[in-house]
């Protein structure tokens, strides 16, 4: 049988690379999804390679309580109770030092991040059936940090202590709990910040990240993909209040 066979899964930040790639992972594996972000437009442009019997969409933003409750609420009328939730929505606010940093992004990165996960774990966990599953997406700055990164590196920190709380009191209906860390990806998200890491530095971003990965390489969506599969499947089934690096060796 397939590792997700009818379970119905909510993937946040659903239109970026990972949530995408994630979502169709899932799928493969017989899942039921829910794609979510903030724009329609978007979402029905991600679903089109989707399988559309396994696949609804609905626009929220995750800093907002009422869309996500609105969200979990058109999640269960759609498929049921849900069985994993997928908080990987995220923003990479800007490149700055500390004492540069504008106050209003700062704000709004630890929004988005922290409150968001917050949000979509709180209002997800009454209708989640016992047994099931949280993935936070982190980053490898959640464990590490990275000059100019104060605003991301904080949040990302943040998200581990909300993933080990809930790790310990969802326990005993058998959710499991884990965040996801991955290095840099291939994608938009990672070269909107290697250009600020090479605005700020004078230097080539994406380079300076390769020589410091020892894969010497930034990751593919679809290999992070995998990783997230596995924390949503039950072959991670006594791995919870865990952080998974899936950095190319960074943090070894």
Known sequence: ???LQDQVCIVTGGTGSLGLAS???F???GAKVMLTDL???DLARAAEGLPATRVETFAADVTDAAAVKALIAATVARFGKIDVVFSNAGIQGVVAPAT????????RVLDVHVKGAFNVCK??????????????TSSVVGATAAPGSIAYATAKH???????TLAREVAGRGIRVNTLHPGPIDNEFQTEIER???????????QMLNQMIPLHRHAKPEEVAGSALYLASSLSGFVTGARLMVDGGMTS
């Open 158 to 164: 943040a998200q581990v202590g909300l993933m080990r």
């Open 39 to 41: 724009r329609q437009a």
């Open 100 to 107: 540069n940093y504008p106050d209003d992004v700062f704000a």
């Open 123 to 136: 209002y997800a966990l009454p209708q989640m059936n016992d047994g099931g599953r949280i993935i936070i």
């Open 1 to 3: 049988m397939a590792l």
């Open 196 to 206: 600020g890491i090479g605005k700020m530095a004078g230097i080539d971003g994406t």
């Open 23 to 25: 979502a169709r992972r």
């Open 27 to 29: 799928c493969d594996e």
